[in-house]
C-alpha cells in the first residue's frame, strides 16, 4: 500500500524510485517532521458560562482549528474506565477546585499528538499559577502560543446561563448553584490573575460575552483574521 502511495504522480519514472527501504525510511523521516513542527495554540478564557464553547465550535467550523477543552478533557478522563486519575478528578470537578496541572497537560498533549492538524483552541486553561508554570515548564517550548481570547462575562450572568444548560439536561454535576459559586470563587481568584499576566505580555483580546454568540463572534473573527 504504502508503495502504492509513493507511486501516484510519478509516472514513467517509477523505474527508476530506488529501493522500498529507502523510500520508507524517507516516508518516515519526512512524516516525522511535519509532525515536529511546532502547534500553534490560541488559549480561551473566560468564566463559566461566557461562551467559550459555543465561540469554539463556530471557530473550529470557519478557520479549522481543533477544539481542546480541558475539561472536557477531564470529564473524559474521569469516566474512563481504569483510569487512575478518576476519583481524583472527580472530587476536584464537584468541588469547584483545579486539578493537578501534570494531569491536564499531559491530557493536552496527547490529544495535540493525536491529532493531524497543527492549530489548536485550548479552552479552560491555563486557570491558575501552577496551571502556568506548569504549562511554561513542559510545554512552554514545544508550542506558538499566538493569542489569549478572553471572553468577558459578568457573574450573574455566567451563573444564570449555567443553571439554564443545567435546566436542559447538560448532565454536566458542576452546573448548580453550590458548584457555581465555588467556581466563581476560583475564577477570580486564581484565574483572573493569569488573564492579566497574559495582558501585560500583550497577548490578550477581550472580549465582550454578553451578547447573542453571532455578536460576539463578529468580534472573534476580527481577532481570528489578524493573527499571523
Not at 463559566?48 to 481542546?68: D, M, R, S
Not at 466563581?184 to 454568540?213: C, L
Request: with cysteine; glycine share 8%; net charge neutral.
Amino acid at each position: 500500500m504504502l508503495r502504492k502511495l509513493l507511486l501516484v504522480g510519478v509516472g514513467p519514472c517509477f523505474n527508476r524510485l530506488p529501493p522500498r527501504s529507502f523510500l520508507c525510511s524517507q516516508f518516515i523521516r519526512n512524516f516525522s517532521v511535519i509532525k515536529m513542527s511546532k502547534p500553534n495554540v490560541i488559549f480561551v478564557l473566560g468564566g463559566p458560562g461566557a461562551g467559550k464553547g459555543t465561540q469554539c465550535a463556530k471557530i473550529v467550523e470557519n478557520f479549522g482549528y481543533v477544539h481542546l477543552s480541558a475539561g472536557d478533557l477531564l470529564r473524559a478522563e474521569r469516566k474512563a474506565p481504569g483510569s487512575q486519575f478518576g476519583e481524583l478528578i472527580e472530587h476536584h470537578i464537584t468541588n469547584g477546585t483545579i486539578v493537578p496541572v501534570e494531569i491536564t497537560c499531559s491530557l493536552l498533549e496527547r490529544a495535540m499528538n493525536e491529532s493531524e492538524k497543527n492549530d489548536f483552541l485550548i479552552d479552560g486553561f491555563p486557570r491558575n499559577e501552577d496551571n502556568l508554570s506548569g504549562w511554561n515548564r513542559v510545554m512552554g517550548e514545544k508550542v506558538n502560543l499566538k493569542r489569549v481570547l478572553f471572553f468577558h462575562c459578568p457573574q450573574e450572568v455566567c451563573t444564570s446561563r449555567c443553571l439554564a444548560r443545567g435546566a436542559a439536561g447538560s448532565g454536566r454535576t458542576d452546573d448548580n448553584e453550590e458548584s457555581l459559586r465555588k467556581r466563581f470563587v476560583t475564577y477570580e481568584n486564581a484565574t483572573m490573575p493569569i488573564i492579566r499576566y497574559y495582558e501585560e505580555k500583550g497577548h490578550v483580546s477581550q472580549i465582550d460575552a454578553t451578547r447573542s454568540p453571532d455578536e460576539v463572534y463578529t468580534d472573534v473573527e476580527t481577532v481570528l483574521n489578524s493573527i499571523k
